[in-house]
């Protein structure tokens, strides 16, 4: 099992920035793949960005050339980079762990607000 707690949401306008981070209970380090994904208002979670062991990386087409997903695995910690931010992009953002433990094994964060308003 692997706890993941998200920070760095808040309330910015459009076109600012924010950045995310998913802090993780245990080494990252082996962890297959780690990912944020959002829910909108009224809508299904989505994949926003996923990043893998050897940090491969793949984008929802709407935040390509905006968000950036890195990790560091000596922090243990997985980051969301996030410019040009638009109101479209208003939604709770979730961290994922992906990984094999015995079994393949899915651990999501209780999620962090993103709120894009002038």
């Known amino acids: 099992q692997v706890q993941l707690v998200e920070s760095g949401g808040g309330l910015v306008q459009p076109g600012g920035s924010l950045r995310l981070s998913c802090a993780a209970s245990?080494?990252?380090?082996?962890?297959?793949?780690m990912g944020w994904y959002r829910q909108r208002p009224g809508k299904q979670r989505e994949l926003v960005a996923t990043i893998t062991i050897s940090r491969n990386t793949n984008y929802e087409d709407s935040v390509k050339g905006r968000f950036t997903i890195s990790r560091d695995n000596a922090k243990n910690t997985l980051y969301l980079q996030m410019n040009s931010l638009k109101p479209e992009d208003t939604a709770v953002y979730y961290c994922n762990a992906y990984y094999l433990s015995g079994t393949w094994k899915s651990n999501w964060g209780e999620g962090t607000q993103v709120t894009v308003s002038s």
């Open positions: 245990r080494s990252i380090f082996s962890i297959s793949t």
